[in-house]
């Protein structure tokens, strides 16, 4: 496909266990973030990556969040020990090197719900 | 830290009735302020980037603008596929991440 990929859409869970959300990003596209959206809350970062560097982890609510991607394209969000103030719509979104123009393309979304 | 408040949380618009958004914004070195559409269920998509105050945009029925403290996204004769959740973002200079506003939700009326 030509767009984000992100799965899986829809993911309910249980308190306490644990969840990996991935995303594949467009071809090519050097950066890739992950951002949460709440309910009537705004978009808030959780990670940015950029080619081979280090990771921008400023945006992880706490050592439960977590994210890797391998080999430059594919990139997995785990969250341990889930708790309802999780639950929230996690949204990918990738761009070609520095996103300077702030042209970012998002996926749909991975919707968590925390039972 | 960078903040973005965006005025009216919602609007309801007859079809033809213009009018404008608001995002106030604090950044630290504005590298850019975005205006992002959202649809219900979909991720957000990219309408404008601005650089500078006074710098203007267009693309069909929108427009924005922008100054050193505010962006404007004016809907000029909406129609009701202009119904979506409009986005403020900016990025700080030297910085990786978008800050977003909370959002316009906008719907037009038939």
């Known amino acids: 496909g030509a767009g984000v990929s992100q799965s899986p859409s829809n993911k309910v869970t249980e308190k306490g266990k644990d969840v990996e959300l991935r995303c594949d990003p467009i071809?090519?596209?050097?950066?890739l973030y992950w951002y949460r959206q709440s309910l009537g809350q705004g978009l808030e970062f959780l990670i940015y990556?950029?080619?081979?560097?280090?990771?921008?982890k400023s945006g992880l609510p706490s050592d439960r969040f977590s994210a890797e991607r391998t080999g430059g394209s594919v990139s997995t969000l785990t969250i341990q020990r889930t708790q309802q103030e999780d639950s929230a719509v996690y949204l990918c979104?990738?761009?070609?090197?520095?996103?300077?123009?702030?042209?970012?393309?998002f996926g749909e979304g991975s919707r968590l719900t925390v039972l | 830290e960078d903040q973005v408040t965006q005025s009216p949380e919602a609007l309801r618009l007859q079809e033809g009735e213009s009018s404008s958004l608001n995002c106030s914004y604090t950044?630290?070195?504005?590298?850019?302020l975005f205006w992002y559409r959202q649809d219900p269920g979909k991720g957000p998509e990219f309408l404008f980037t601005?650089?500078?105050a006074g710098e203007e945009k267009e693309k069909e029925r929108l427009k924005a603008t922008l100054t050193k403290k505010e962006s404007f996204l004016h809907i000029t004769a909406p129609k009701p596929e202009d119904s979506a959740t409009y986005l403020c973002?900016?990025?700080?200079?030297?910085?990786?991440?978008?800050?977003f506003g909370k959002g316009n939700q906008v719907v037009v009326i038939p």
């Open positions: 979104a990738s761009s070609q090197a520095h996103a300077n123009t702030g042209e970012l393309f």
């Open positions: 071809s090519g596209h050097t950066a």
């Open positions: 990556f950029q080619g081979n560097s280090a990771p921008d």
């Open positions: 950044v630290s070195g504005l590298r850019g």
């Open positions: 601005l650089y500078s």
């Open positions: 973002a900016v990025q700080a200079g030297g910085n990786n991440r978008l800050a």
